[in-house]
């Protein structure tokens, strides 16, 4: 079973940081890019980052950029999120995801069941 | 930057009718990087359209995409209960990736 579990997720005060992981199974995970997806309460999906499949190319949404790195460890299966200067606005559930064809950006089509991640004093 | 906008916001619908919802892009996009993705209550979304028109692994067949340049539509030729959900369209283009703000499909 093709399956992402999410971990590291919990309440830090806003200027803290946090590292998420996503553990993956099922799959050649050294084959294909991942992601990252937010969704805060109430909201919408927002792109957080993606990496491609040998950790070659990265990309981050603006909101992101400069405070959070993702990374890859392809012997572990695992995927991370280095989260620092959090903000209150980086409250959110987050999704670990894979693309659905290598290193194309045709589509997300595995997700884990998210880590939620809340920022407050 | 490319803005996706969806509408209506909500659609409310019966079971057994057809709902069409649309994307909008604010330019014209690469159509091999449109997708589609279903969220219901409490569950993480799940892929049901890539490049535009193709069904994911498992998407039943009521389920249609279609559209080009700035226009895109997700089709659903007749509604079953577990299609009451939130539908999202995503695209890939200079290094980003954009997800609209969403169309909720509700019972009437």
């Known amino acids: 079973e093709v399956q992402l579990v999410e971990s590291g997720g919990g309440l830090v005060q806003p200027g803290g940081s946090l590292r998420l992981s996503c553990a993956a199974s099922g799959f050649t995970f050294t084959s294909y890019a991942m992601y990252w997806v937010r969704q805060a309460p109430g909201k919408g999906l927002e792109w957080v980052s993606y990496?491609?499949?040998?950790?070659?190319?990265?990309h981050y949404a603006d909101s992101v950029k400069g405070r959070f790195t993702i990374s890859r460890d392809n012997a572990k299966k695992s995927l991370y999120l280095q989260m620092n200067s959090l903000r209150d606005e980086d409250t959110a559930v987050y999704y670990c995801?894979?693309?659905?064809?290598?290193?194309?950006?045709?589509?997300?089509?595995?997700w884990g069941q998210g880590t939620t991640v809340t920022v407050s004093s | 930057e490319i803005v996706l906008t969806q509408s209506p916001g909500t659609l409310s619908l019966s079971p057994g009718e057809r709902a069409t919802l649309s994307c909008r892009a604010s330019?014209?996009?690469?159509?091999?990087?449109l997708a589609w993705y279903q969220q219901k209550p409490g569950q993480a979304p799940s892929l049901l359209i890539h490049?535009?028109?193709n069904r994911a692994a498992g998407t039943p067949d009521r389920f249609s995409g279609s559209g080009s340049g700035t226009d895109f539509t997700l089709t659903i030729s007749g509604l079953e209960p577990e299609d009451f959900a939130v539908y999202y369209c995503?695209?890939?283009?200079?290094?980003?990736?954009?997800f609209g703000p969403g169309t909720k499909v509700d019972i009437k």
């Open positions: 330019q014209s996009v690469s159509s091999s990087y």
């Open positions: 990496i491609s499949s040998s950790s070659w190319t990265i």
């Open positions: 490049t535009v028109s």
């Open positions: 995503q695209h890939y283009g200079s290094s980003r990736f954009t």
């Open positions: 995801t894979k693309e659905y064809y290598y290193d194309s950006p045709y589509g997300m089509d595995v």
